[in-house]
C-alpha cells in the first residue's frame, strides 16, 4: 500500500485553524503530512486560488495530486486521524470524519474565523 503525502494549507491568523493545524502535526500520528501556514507562503496560496480554491472560504488539503478544499479538506484529513493523542483532536476528528456533518458544521467555522480574524483587526483575505 502506498503512503499518501499530505500538505494542509490553514490561515495563520486565525487562533482556531492555528490550533487545529498544530493539533494535526503534533497530535495527530499521521505520517507524511506538511503544514503550511497560507499567509508565510503566498505563492502557493495565489497559484491555489487562480484554480479556484480560496482560503478565505476554508482549508485546503493537498494529497497527492488531489485537492481538497473547505469542509472537503476537513473531512478527508480526519478521516487519516488514527488514535491521536489528544482528546480534543479525538473528538475533532470523530466529528468531522462525517462528509454530512462536516458539511452542515463547517459555515460555522468559517463564521468563527471571520469573527476572530474582525476581533484581531487582521484582514480576511491573504493576497
Not at 470523530?94 to 468563527?112: E, G, I, N, Q
Amino acid at each position: 500500500m502506498m503512503t499518501s503525502n499530505f500538505t494542509f494549507i490553514y490561515d495563520g491568523e486565525c487562533p482556531f485553524c492555528n490550533h487545529f493545524a498544530e493539533l494535526l502535526e503534533i497530535k495527530s500520528k499521521i505520517n507524511n503530512i506538511k503544514i503550511l501556514d497560507g499567509r508565510k507562503n503566498l505563492s502557493i496560496i495565489k497559484s491555489l486560488l487562480e484554480k479556484g480554491y480560496d482560503l478565505d472560504k476554508g482549508a485546503i488539503l493537498l494529497k497527492d495530486d488531489d485537492i481538497f478544499h473547505g469542509a472537503k479538506a476537513i473531512n478527508t484529513i480526519c478521516k487519516e486521524v488514527n488514535n491521536p493523542s489528544s482528546n480534543l483532536l479525538k473528538i475533532l476528528s470523530s466529528v468531522f470524519k462525517s462528509k454530512k456533518r462536516a458539511k452542515l458544521l463547517f459555515p460555522f467555522l468559517l463564521r468563527a474565523r471571520r469573527f476572530a480574524l474582525i476581533s484581531k483587526g487582521v484582514s480576511r483575505s491573504l493576497v
